[in-house]
């Protein structure tokens, strides 16, 4: 059984920065690329980062020179350091797998299995 569980989200003035972790269970971590998402009010579910088992990474335009997405495999743990954030970065933050390729990372072919709670960050002054 797939569980995922994020944390470390909260209220941050614009320019401050955050770290959320998500700690993974099952096999969902073992063999994937791992990718945090967003979900704002009222838009689309992003993906604003990837990472493969062996450390290449991506990130969306969005959030390119701000975020930094890394994993711990012997954790099973993935992180988003988020660095100078804006009002606009403003959602529920979770974790799932991610499809990455030489053009990038996405949301995986095959679509998802459970998710987790998310973790709120709220980006305001």
């Known amino acids: 059984q797939v569980q995922l569980v994020e944390s470390g989200g909260g209220l941050v003035q614009p320019g401050g920065s955050l770290r959320v972790s998500c700690l993974a269970s099952?096999?969902?971590?073992?063999?994937?690329?791992m990718g945090w998402y967003r979900r704002a009010p009222g838009k689309q579910r992003e993906l604003v980062a990837g990472?493969?088992?062996?450390?290449?990474?991506n990130y969306a335009d969005s959030v390119k020179g701000r975020f930094t997405i890394s994993r711990d495999n012997a954790k099973s743990t993935v992180y988003l350091q988020m660095n100078s954030l804006k009002p606009e970065d403003t959602a529920v933050y979770y974790c799932?797998?991610?499809?990455?390729?030489?053009?990038?990372?996405?949301?995986?072919?095959?679509?998802?299995?459970?998710w987790g709670q998310g973790t709120q960050v709220t980006v305001s002054s």
């Open positions: 799932n797998a991610a499809y990455c390729s030489s053009y990038g990372c996405y949301e995986p072919r095959d679509g998802f299995g459970s």
């Open positions: 099952g096999s969902i971590f073992s063999g994937n690329a």
């Open positions: 990472i493969t088992r062996g450390g290449w990474t």
